[in-house]
């Protein structure tokens, strides 16, 4: 069973810069895409980033492509998700979670989510 736990959010200002880090134990984290969602409150959860298992290929939401940027250290088991020129519709909570299979596009492919952290972005 996987385990994944979100660190790295917080409270900036419009325009600043967050890098999220997702720590995961269990499985073959290799093997397996990883992704980043986020919900803000009262919003469905909002599908932004994957990239594959081997880090090759990623996704990015139109909404945040040019701005976040997916990442993934396979030897720490440890996938990133850096977030520049932040703004205040970027507050939620940031959630990561891992895919069923190497590489996906699709949301409903990922089924193993962590507890999320909060992201608020001030204007």
């Known amino acids: 069973q996987v385990q994944l736990i979100e660190s790295g959010g917080g409270l900036v200002q419009a325009g600043e810069s967050l890098r999220l880090s997702c720590a995961a134990s269990?499985?073959?984290?290799?093997?397996?895409?990883m992704g980043w969602f986020r919900q803000a409150p009262g919003k469905e959860r909002e599908f932004l980033v994957s990239?594959?298992?081997?880090?090759?290929?990623?996704y990015y939401r139109d909404s945040v492509r040019g701005r976040f940027t997916i990442s993934r250290d396979n030897t720490l088991n440890t996938v990133y998700l850096q977030m520049h020129s932040l703004k205040p519709e970027d507050t939620a909570v940031y959630y990561c979670?891992?895919?069923?299979?190497?590489?996906?596009?699709?949301?409903?492919?990922?089924?193993?989510w962590g507890q999320g952290t909060q992201v608020t972005v001030s204007s």
């Open positions: 979670a891992r895919g069923a299979r190497e590489f996906s596009m699709s949301p409903s492919d990922f089924a193993s």
């Open positions: 269990g499985g073959t984290f290799s093997s397996h895409a």
């Open positions: 990239i594959s298992g081997g880090g090759d290929a990623k």
